[in-house]
């Protein structure tokens, strides 16, 4: 059971609206997760003919509400007055063990008021990917929404060819967009408008309650923990592929994972969408980006803030400049980190700078780089120096590169240093050809590999044979080199 509450539903009208589930034929449970479900408050586990029941939405869970969000978008780079949840269902909120109230909503459970032309499903393959991703970002600390559970609805849906479809339950902080707020304040509702900012000033960001201004420090706190958030994806190699303003959520997590992927080798201009024909949300673009969305966030929240006129865009304009250099603090930190240095080393960036050269010169892959490195740094052997060498084409070059960094890392080499060095490196990433076989094999009804894969993935420091096998880098034929939406 989960204890539902909707507070979102106390918003006026226009920000949601009422809907049910649509019931699917054959529902079967593929994963349901029993940890995220304890932190939720769910004592017992219902059977799995329930679990499948409700996260199918075939039968609502008791105490659910189901609503569809509305909210607008700039889809790159473009207006879209009206988007909403066209697929989705916001079941109600549950406040978690922590004190803090978080959505449970239904993804791919048929058609609502927000629809437009789509057939409000998923496909099984967007699911999946979701799932894991969200789950390994989840394990290696990066803010995410989380995956409750996946159902097989049983029943095709039609995208290029009929694929089987899939219910997946995602848990969020909230589903809140810079969208959302583009939603209201298109509609020039200045009282919804307000509703919402206040709503999300005592959901996520209540010391900004008492500023002088806290319309202005709310519009500084999101751009804060975007900052974190974007630095963090690209210590990861992390490409989200669709950072629509719809897609950038409020409270800073990690949302929508469509076209996402993770880079291989090292490749600061890399893109994988198969719609970012504009190389708009290339890997090195995202900050610009975010800020970007932050600039559009910006301009909903003008009619709310106390000052009139010039005076208030030139304080919001200075919030967004400071993207920059918060953003820069964040990546400065990580560098050092994922270099296992001090955090006030001022060689993390310029070392780092050398090492994203020489991994793309010499075509390395990110996420075996630094496991290496981690390695190396941990034993300092001959053995690990080789194994990390062996990942370029241009060892006399790395080589020498090592040689500075081992300088500025022998100097501050503790225990607690590599444990922090290990954190910042995981040994596995949710590798885009293993995601894809996963998927091959649950298109074929074996979802052995999928289970494999999340065990694995949610455990990213684990040096087993099986995470080993499942960490290595995709050979020539394996690569993935365009991912697609899925919708
Ligand atoms: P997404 O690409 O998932 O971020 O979705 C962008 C917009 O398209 C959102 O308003 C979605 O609700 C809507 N959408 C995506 N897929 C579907 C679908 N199969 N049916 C209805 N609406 C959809
Ligand atoms: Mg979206």
């Known amino acids: 059971m989960l204890p539902f509450e909707h507070q979102f539903a106390t918003l006026p009208e226009p920000l949601w609206a009422a809907c049910q589930p649509t019931p699917v034929s054959h529902p079967t449970l593929i994963a349901f997760n029993e940890r995220l479900a304890e932190t ?52 109600g909120e549950v406040v978690d063990q922590r004190g803090v109230r978080r959505d449970v909503q239904l ?38 929404t989380r995956a409750l559970a996946a159902v097989a609805t049983g029943e095709r849906v039609v995208r290029q060819l009929p ?37 999300v000033i005592a959901r996520h960001y209540p010391e900004a309650a008492s500023a002088e201004d806290p319309y202005l420090a709310l519009l500084e706190a999101v751009a804060a923990r975007q900052a974190t958030l974007v630095a963090k994806w690209m210590s990861l190699g992390f490409i989200h592929g669709v950072m629509n303003t719809d897609n950038c959520s409020i409270a800073g997590e990690t949302i929508d994972y469509g076209p996402c992927a993770f880079m291989e080798q090292f490749d600061p201009q890399k893109v994988f969408s198969s719609i970012d024909q504009g190389r708009r949300y290339a890997f090195d673009n995202q900050p610009t980006i975010a800020q970007w969305n932050l600039a559009r966030f910006a301009e909903t ?96 070059e790395l080589a020498a590169w090592l040689a500075t960094w081992q300088v500025e890392q022998a100097a501050s080499q503790n ?11 995981p040994v596995i990433i949710p590798r885009n050809h293993r995601v894809q076989e996963v998927i091959d094999a649950a298109y074929e009804g074996d979802f052995a590999p999928f289970h494999t894969l ?24 394996e690569q993935v080199l365009r991912t697609f939406c899925g919708t």
């Open 301 to 396: 929240l003008l009619p709310l803030m106390r000052e009139d006129g010039d005076a208030v865009v030139e304080q919001a304009t200075d919030i967004i400049r400071r993207f920059e250099p918060l953003f820069d603090a964040e990546q400065r930190r990580l560098h050092a980190d994922k270099l296992g240095l001090t955090a006030d080393s001022d060689q993390a960036v310029p070392l780092m700078k050398g090492l994203e050269s020489h991994m793309h010169q010499g075509r390395m892959d990110m996420t075996a780089t630094f496991d290496a490195l981690t390695h190396y740094a941990e034993t300092l052997s001959e053995q690990h120096k080789e194994a990390l060498l062996a990942l370029t084409t241009e060892p006399r």
């Open 40 to 91: 939720l408050g769910m004592k017992e586990k219902p059977d799995d003919a329930t679990l499948t029941q409700w996260f199918s939405g075939n039968q609502l869970p008791p105490g659910a509400e189901p609503r569809a969000l509305g909210y607008a978008g700039h889809q790159f780079g473009n207006f879209v007055p009206q988007l909403g949840d066209g697929r989705a269902l916001l079941l």
């Open 454 to 477: 999340l065990a694995v993935v949610t455990q990213p420091y684990d040096e087993s044979e099986e995470a080993r096998r499942l960490a290595a880098p995709a050979t020539e034929n």
């Open 107 to 144: 993804k791919g459970s048929g058609r609502t008021p927000f629809s437009r032309g789509g057939d409000g499903r998923s496909p099984l393959g967007p699911v999946l990917r979701e799932y894991l991703v969200s789950e390994f970002m989840a394990a290696v600390g990066v803010p995410t």
């Open 415 to 425: 225990s607690e240093r590599l444990a922090t060095m290990r954190r910042a490196n």
């Open 163 to 199: 694929e089987p479809g899939a219910v997946f339950t995602r848990v969020a902080s909230s589903h809140i967009r810079v969208g959302t707020f583009q939603f209201a304040a298109v509609r020039r509702v200045e009282q919804a408008l307000k509703a919402l900012a206040d709503h």
